[in-house]
């Protein structure tokens, strides 16, 4: 039967992890007398330790040390210490220094890629799981989604927020990343372009790559290697990259390197590591998966790690901390059912020195949050609300991410669907999601017109004055004493033009008239 194959490979897979794990701890651990005598000494405080693996680029890269275990207390060491990084001790170029928290925030840009359209991953599965974590602590965080997800608007982006003075702390890919020689694929025609520049001569063999979207082209898929990504994040000041794509950090050690290679950087290049690349350009902290992982442990791990920056944990202790997480909690709802899965190993971090974005939240002094507008639509319009299930709202993922790539080129999208298909309940949470994941800048406003009763130019025009009458006071203008239908409208459109707005038309094919009788 599958299912007991299933279990026999588990098994067997688990049994591999202990072996592998308890040769790890022979080979260091109890090499000699010193090395024993040491851990002896420090293996009673493992709660408190830093664990940091330095090893040759090779050693780095292709052994799994997370996975190093002690016969005697039968855990892995990467789940009793307080922090189990990888570090890299001479990068290229200097490391990237924390930028300020301005008003006690953390400046995240997160970039969902999803090339295969609705037949991709869910657009919103690791996302959802991320706001949700953070609960209240959402608060401390400027999240920003990148629109357009390609290469090309990810430079000016971070353009622009260091040209602005802020310059963000994380950016978080949330797609597909690929461990592969790109001239034995249909994305071959990019070696023309980037080998050369970012592969240090060295086109062929395996790289590490990031998908991103490209919609210039018929597959919608755009490779970029760790090397030009950790160049573009250096230039632009963000110290953390975070990376919930498959393969991002994988690596297969080749007996030959060590004679291709010059020096420590040319062997970066030479394995082809992703998330190694990118520390070697000079960023301190960066998350990566070194094996295909599912999309829920993906989920799980970075709600978690979210909400340990959040309270201002270094980013080698959320990252742990969220580790230990899976393994204590190693159900994982994969098709129809839960099944317990030992993938707690998959995340590997890199991390210079312990970096904390964030004061610790507990009366730390200088840490203080500025009052900002409500990004939640629902929370500030009432007329939302009906409109958002009890239960919370669940699926319509492909029609999501429809509506958002939509918005990227065009101002006016039309949702159609039979009647008591949840077009507006779809709309409403969509709203919501724009709205928080900075569509609609630091001030969102949403708002939702009915045409379901007869409406005419002079309700819409109100109805939209009341959400703008704040706006008008503070420029000395009172909207309920402006009766001229003329000059409520010419109102209108100058707040139109200025202040982003979502305007849902709700039931507008009446628009065009109420039918005969």
């Known amino acids: 039967r599958p299912e007991t194959v299933e279990e026999v490979q588990i098994e067997q897979i688990e049994r591999w992890m202990k072996q592998r794990g308890e040769e790890l701890y022979t080979k260091v651990m109890a090499a000699n007398a010193g090395e024993q005598a040491l851990w002896f000494a420090v293996r009673d405080q493992l709660a408190d330790l830093r664990v940091e693996i330095s090893a040759d680029i090779v050693g780095a890269a292709s052994i799994p040390w997370e996975l190093m275990r002690d016969p005697q207390s039968g855990s892995p060491l990467a789940l009793r210490v307080d922090s189990f990084v990888r570090v890299q001790s001479d990068p290229n170029i200097s490391f990237v220094p924390v930028p300020e928290a301005e008003n006690g925030r953390i400046r995240l840009l997160y970039v969902v890629c999803r090339p295969g359209g609705g037949k991709d991953v869910e657009f919103r ?31 000016k ?38 080998s050369a520049l970012t592969l240090g001569g060295k086109a062929a063999g395996k790289h590490g790559y990031l998908v991103f979207e490209h919609p210039g082209r018929n597959d919608n898929m755009r490779p970029v290697t760790g090397e030009e990504l950790g160049k573009l994040l250096h230039d632009a000041g963000v110290p953390v990259l975070v990376l919930n794509a498959c393969q991002s950090a994988m690596h297969e050690a080749e007996r030959d390197t060590k004679t291709a290679a010059d020096n420590v950087h040319d062997e970066v290049r030479a394995i082809g590591s992703l998330a190694q690349a990118v520390v070697d350009q000079g960023i301190p902290a960066v998350l990566g998966m070194r094996y295909s992982v599912f999309v829920v442990t993906a989920a799980q791990y970075i709600g978690q790690l979210y909400a340990a920056l959040a309270q201002g944990h270094p980013f080698g202790q959320a990252a742990s901390g969220g580790r230990k997480h899976l393994a204590r909690n190693p159900e994982r709802w994969v098709g129809l059912q839960p099944r317990p899965l030992q993938d707690w190993f998959v995340p590997v971090v890199y991390e210079a020195s312990p970096i904390r974005l964030l004061p610790p939240q507990d009366g730390a002094p200088g840490l203080s949050l500025d009052e900002r507008p409500e990004l939640d639509p629902v929370q500030a319009n009432q007329a939302l609300r009906r409109y958002v299930p009890d239960t919370g709202f669940v699926g319509r993922d492909e029609t999501l991410l429809l509506l958002d790539r939509a918005f990227d080129e065009h101002p006016v999208v039309l949702l159609h669907a039979y009647a008591g298909q949840g077009k507006t309940s779809t709309a409403v949470e969509f709203a919501r999601w724009y709205a928080r994941t900075g569509g609609l800048g630091p001030q969102p406003n ?40 003329a000059a409520r409208r010419s109102l209108i459109l ?11 038309w709700d039931n507008v094919e009446l628009v065009a008239g109420f039918p005969a009788g």
Not at 125 to 141: I, S
Not at 466 to 480: D, K, L, T, V, Y
Not at 494 to 504: C, K, N, S, T
Request: charge should be negative; proline fraction near 4%; avoid cysteine.
């Open 125 to 155: 599965a690791v996302a959802n799981r991320l706001l949700e974590d953070l609960g209240q602590d959402l608060n401390r965080f400027e999240i920003t989604a990148l629109r357009p997800p390609t290469f090309e608007q990810l430079q």
């Open 157 to 194: 982006e971070l353009a622009r927020a260091k040209a602005a003075g802020r310059p963000y702390h994380i950016v978080h890919f949330d797609g597909h990343g690929v461990y592969a020689d790109l001239s034995k694929t249909k994305l071959a025609e990019w070696l023309k372009s980037i």
């Open 446 to 485: 949403v708002l939702l017109t009915s045409f379901e009763t007869h409406t005419d130019l002079t309700d819409v025009v109100n109805q939209i004055g009341q959400m703008f009458a704040p706006n008008f006071q503070a420029s000395g203008i009172e909207w309920h004493a402006v009766n001229d239908n």
């Open 494 to 504: 100058q707040a139109l033009r200025q202040v982003p707005v979502l305007w849902i």
